[in-house]
């Protein structure tokens, strides 16, 4: 093989080295079988900001949840996620409050007594302006009281703690890149 033909050949290889990832980049991304993101739960696009009542909620970050009137077994294993949820953060425990959102102060004493780690705020203003979020979802909401991400609650016991393993993994990943909370 004479030298002019090496020489070319060796840069068509180089050339298609080079091209190669772009065009299998380019038949991925059209082609959809690309799913961006690694968050477990659903992302709010745009996020929920909070603007009423933001005072009477605790610093820092928020597990959230707004439970039915009378709790049912789903909302019993929302709470019990909440709770494990906080207990498993581990170092990160004092940077997490769950909280649990009512409208008026008839229904604290209920969940005062099957929750007490979890914190009952009095906000039907912060209710209202959750109104888009589907029904019996827990949510994050962070520092800055934007709601961003939220999962859904299960009446499973065992498919409710794989949903709380799911809140556990984005919380832990938000906990670590935030430097706010």
């Known amino acids: 093989m004479s030298s002019p033909n090496r020489s070319r050949k060796a840069i068509l290889t180089v050339f298609a080295l080079f091209l190669l990832p772009v065009i299998a980049a380019w038949v991925i991304l059209s082609q959809n079988w690309y799913e961006a993101g690694t968050n477990k739960g659903t992302l ?8 009423s009542e933001v005072d009477t909620l605790p610093e820092g970050w928020k597990l959230g949840y707004i439970p039915p009137e009378n709790c049912d077994q789903t909302c019993k294993n929302a709470l019990y996620v909440m709770n494990q949820v906080d207990v498993a953060i581990g170092k990160d425990t004092d940077r997490l409050t769950p909280v649990t959102f009512h409208d008026n102060n008839d229904q604290l004493s209920d969940y005062e007594r099957d929750a007490p780690q979890i914190t009952p705020i009095t906000a039907p203003a912060i209710i209202r302006e959750l109104h888009n979020l589907p029904a019996n979802t827990l949510f994050i909401i962070d520092p800055m009281h934007n709601v961003m ?23 832990r990943k938000l906990l670590k890149l935030s430097r706010i909370g």
């Open 44 to 51: 709010l696009q745009p996020p929920v900001t909070l603007s």
């Open 149 to 171: 991400l939220y999962y859904p609650t299960h009446s499973d016991k065992e498919a409710m703690i794989k949903e709380g393993k799911n809140v556990l993994a984005d919380l």
